[in-house]
Nanobody
Framework: QVQLVESGGGLVQAGGSLRLSCAAS????????MAWYRQPPGKQRVLVAV???????NIADSVKGRFTISRDNAKNTVYLQMNSLKPDDTAVYYC???????????????WGQGTQVTVSS
């Protein structure tokens, strides 16, 4: 199994910054895609940013130019740098990865428990 532990969420004023981290641990052979999703109150979970193991990224239009995703493959960790935060960014942010276990030959999807980000106006 793979465990994803997120950190870095909290309360911030509009215009401020936060950096989310998500560390993967377990019987990991390799991690393919890592990503951040978010779920605003009363809404569906949506993709915010994704990064491949080669470093290619894709950022949602709603946060492009403000959010940056990066990863440290040696630490099995993905980051989300969030700048110029807006109240509309308020949501629970979830870490996601697609990983292959040491005991498997196919990949599986794993999710973190979520971390709350609240942006006050």
């Amino acid at each position: 199994q793979v465990q994803l532990v997120e950190s870095g969420g909290g309360l911030v004023q509009a215009g401020g910054s936060l950096r989310l981290s998500c560390a993967a641990s377990g019987n990991i052979r390799s991690i393919n895609t890592m990503a951040w999703y978010r779920q605003p109150p009363g809404k569906q979970r949506v993709l915010v940013a994704v990064i491949t193991n080669g470093g290619s990224t894709n950022i949602a239009d709603s946060v492009k130019g403000r959010f940056t995703i990066s990863r440290d493959n040696a630490k099995n960790t993905v980051y989300l740098q969030m700048n110029s935060l807006k109240p509309d960014d308020t949501a629970v942010y979830y870490c996601y990865c697609n990983a292959v276990l040491t005991t498997a030959t196919v990949s599986f999807q794993y999710w973190g428990q979520g971390t709350q980000v609240t942006v006050s106006s």
